[in-house]
């Protein structure tokens, strides 16, 4: 069964970090580009960072760029290191394979993030 399971998310005063990660299993990660996504109360999920599969090239949307950084762990892993959060980072973050919403194929359940004082 193909799976992927987010974690590490919380809650975080402003100007925090968080990592996040992302597990796989039944499958390798190797493979795929791997995208991260928010989705803010009310609003629509949308991406904000991916990380290629064969050259690990990287994408950040400008909200985060200068702060996330994605990486590869190992095969079964994707982890996106959260510096310098602010309270518009609050949102469920959703790991997926693939880096557009249109392109993701397999989804996690989400983990949430809270940044507030």
């Known amino acids: 069964q193909v799976q992927l399971v987010e974690s590490g998310g919380g809650f975080v005063q402003p100007g925090g970090s968080l990592r996040l990660s992302c597990s796989a299993s039944?499958?390798?990660?190797?493979?795929?580009?791997m995208g991260w996504f928010r989705q803010a109360p009310g609003k629509a999920r949308t991406g904000i960072s991916c990380?290629?599969?064969?050259?690990?090239?990287t994408w950040y949307a400008d909200s985060v760029k200068g702060r996330f950084t994605i990486s590869r762990n190992d095969a079964n892993t994707v982890s996106l290191q959260m510096n310098s959060l602010k309270p518009d980072d609050t949102g469920v973050y959703y790991c997926a394979t693939g880096c557009t919403l249109l392109a993701a194929e397999n989804w996690g359940q989400g983990t949430q993030v809270t940044v507030s004082s």
């Open positions: 039944g499958f390798s990660l190797d493979n795929y580009r």
């Open positions: 990380i290629g599969s064969s050259d690990a090239s």
